[in-house]
């Protein structure tokens, strides 16, 4: 299982990116897919989930609808926007693939890091 997070860079406050997270080695629509992140010298944190076939979605409360997560299970990806970024949103985010809906991935891809200036 593969699963290789990107979209990651330098982005002013109130800007916006997407990150992508290509999978691979598994049955993509089998899987509930999470977005974490972890800032420096803190714990990774949970940031949004989606069902296998993206039609439910949840979210950690300091998105407070500036991301929105989404997925292509035709192209076996997985989406974050994100928008009206702030200093606080900079960390390593990772994709997961989350067999039980849990927030508990089963598997992690290697991480892309974003940072928000202000």
């Known amino acids: 299982v593969q699963l290789q997070a990107s979209g990651g860079g330098l982005v002013q406050a109130g800007g916006c990116l997407r990150l992508s997270c290509a999978a691979s080695g598994l049955t993509f629509p089998s899987y509930a897919m999470d977005w974490f992140r972890q800032a420096p010298g803190k714990e990774r944190e949970f940031v949004a989930i989606i069902s296998r076939n993206g039609g439910r979605t949840e979210y950690a409360d300091f998105v407070q609808g500036r991301f929105t997560i989404s997925r292509d299970n035709a192209k076996n990806m997985l989406y974050l926007q994100m928008n009206n970024m702030i200093p606080e949103d900079t960390a390593v985010y990772y994709c997961?693939?989350?067999?039980?809906?849990?927030?508990?991935?089963?598997?992690w891809g290697r991480g892309t890091l974003v940072t928000v200036f202000s």
């Open positions: 997961g693939a989350d067999p039980t809906i849990s927030r508990r991935p089963a598997y």
